[in-house]
């Protein structure tokens, strides 16, 4: 499954700068490793040590939220979007 | 010869025509003019005695004809000529100006605000909402700059801003309120002089404290909508809890480096916690300070900003209610993201276990707001 990842400019210095690259994976947790693999560093930005999301992360299939789907587990098809946003403070 | 500015709800009598060109070296005979052409405006202008109607102001330069020479005023060719008049249940009506009311937009604000007010989504009745509008603006920085001054020049009566910094060199690359010779001012002082330049008419209320969990429910039920342009995640938080809980619409806006992000929080539908439950680690997101911020982005969001507000408070479009739109300016491509409420949400949610303020630094675990200000 070749999947669209696109990614908000705090996780954009761990994988070369890049807004939008493609990865494999059957759901989020496959994506998210594959992209750990090429990344490293990535999951560091959006999992702690246990390798549970951050709730300050969110992450978006086709625009939609996964907590609102099936999480980790949210299934993927090839031509999917998958977005990874985190909170943003800056107002100033 | 001069040209006459028709209101687009008597350009029906005009064939359409905003601008008609008229013979005449006075206003009598402009207007004479114009009803030679349209015979149907001369009855619209005049009353049986051949004045003026007492609800028709007549403009000339943006000068209402009666500050000057009345009928018998000069004309030019370069001159521009507008008939404007009060409309039902809007601006000045006849039996409104009898009776005295308070509340009938003024010839001034007519005129200053007519390219809204001939939108007919906006209108006299409109203008008068904004008018009788109360909007609060936590930060007058980067975010709430832009927000504060288009709410103002829009004419937003009554716009309340929260802030205790002073302005600093360094905020000058985006902070559109301060100038360089504003810098170690109070940045609300500053903001409130650039506000009064832009529209004289529009009250600013100064709040020179930070919103604290202690002064928010004095502050925030005072006004109809509450915009943020906090600067860090505690108020962020504080600032959601404190709109939900006094029932106002937040409208929201974030920034960093080339990205900006927009939404708007109701009451009954998502917040700020069932997006992001749980603040990030102190130093995990970097600040504006910390990591820089393109200014052109506070402009971008900041209007944004401003449009929901302008939106929500004359009930027109489709607000981004439950919807997250993200801006990269790199790439310049607008994404839009669904928002739901979640049922688990501490605040909003079915089960609410968050039902007054709490202490928002250590829910952030960052440093009080007065330690910050003094970096």
């Known amino acids: 499954m070749t999947i669209k990842v696109q990614v908000t400019s705090v996780i954009q210095k761990v994988v070369n700068g890049n807004s939008e690259f493609e990865a494999e994976g059957s759901t989020i947790s496959e994506l998210i490793e594959n992209i750990e693999d090429k990344y490293p560093g990535f999951l560091q930005q959006i999992a702690d040590d246990s390798g549970e999301l951050h709730r300050f992360v969110n992450i978006y299939v086709n625009d939609e939220d996964i907590r609102f789907i099936n999480g980790k587990d949210t299934p993927l098809n090839s031509g999917d979007v998958v977005a990874f946003l985190p909170a943003l403070s800056g107002g100033l | 010869m001069a040209t006459i500015y028709i209101p687009t709800f008597f350009r029906q009598i005009t064939a359409g025509n905003e601008y008609i060109l008229v013979e005449g070296s006075n206003i009598l005979e402009s207007l004479e003019s114009l009803s030679y052409l349209y015979p149907e405006m001369h009855d619209l202008i005049f009353d049986s005695d051949e004045q003026i109607l007492r609800h028709v102001n007549i403009y000339i330069n943006n000068h209402e004809i009666h500050e000057l020479e009345g009928l018998d005023t000069l004309v030019n060719t ?5 008939v404007i008049p009060a409309l039902a249940g809007g601006a000045m009506t006849l039996s409104e100006e009898n009776n005295g009311n308070q509340s009938a937009l003024k010839p001034e604000e007519v ?3 007519s390219r809204h007010i001939i939108m007919p989504q906006v209108g006299p009745q409109g203008q008068r909402k904004l008018r009788d509008a109360k909007v609060l603006v936590v930060g ?3 975010l709430g700059g832009p927000v504060a001054l288009y709410l103002a020049l829009a004419g937003v009566g009554t716009i309340g801003i929260t802030e205790f910094d002073v302005v600093d060199l360094s905020n000058l690359q985006r902070q559109i309120l301060h100038q360089t010779a504003d810098i170690d001012k109070p940045k609300l002082k500053s903001a409130k002089e650039t506000l009064g330049l832009y529209n004289p008419h529009v009250e600013i209320i100064e709040h020179p404290m930070p919103l604290t969990s202690d002064n928010a429910m004095d502050i925030i039920p005072n006004y ?6 906090a600067d860090n995640f505690a108020t962020r938080y504080l600032v959601n809890d404190a709109c939900y809980l006094a029932g106002k619409t937040l409208v929201d806006g974030a920034i960093l480096l080339f990205d900006g992000q927009l939404t708007v929080y109701k009451p009954g539908y998502c917040c700020y916690r069932c997006l992001y439950p749980d603040p990030p680690p102190p130093g995990m997101v970097p600040s504006c300070a910390e990591a ?9 969001i900041g209007s944004m900003q401003a449009t929901e507000v302008f939106k929500q408070i004359l009930d027109i479009g489709e ?3 439950n919807r997250l739109l993200l801006v990269d300016a790199l790439t310049m491509q607008f994404r839009e993201m669904k928002l739901r409420r979640d049922p688990a949400c501490p605040l909003c949610g079915d089960n609410p276990t968050v039902k007054e303020l709490i202490d928002y630094d250590a829910f952030c675990g960052s440093p009080p707001i007065e330690v910050l200000a003094l970096n």
Not at chain 2, 224 to 229: E, H, K, Q
Not at chain 2, 292 to 300: E, R, S, Y
């Open chain 2, 140 to 142: 007058a920085g980067g």
């Open chain 2, 319 to 321: 607000p981004m209610v």
């Open chain 2, 111 to 113: 005129m200053r605000y």
């Open chain 2, 292 to 300: 820089g911020v393109l200014g052109a982005i506070t402009g971008i």
């Open chain 2, 224 to 229: 109809d909508i509450v915009v943020n342009g």
């Open chain 2, 78 to 82: 370069e001159d521009q000529i507008a």
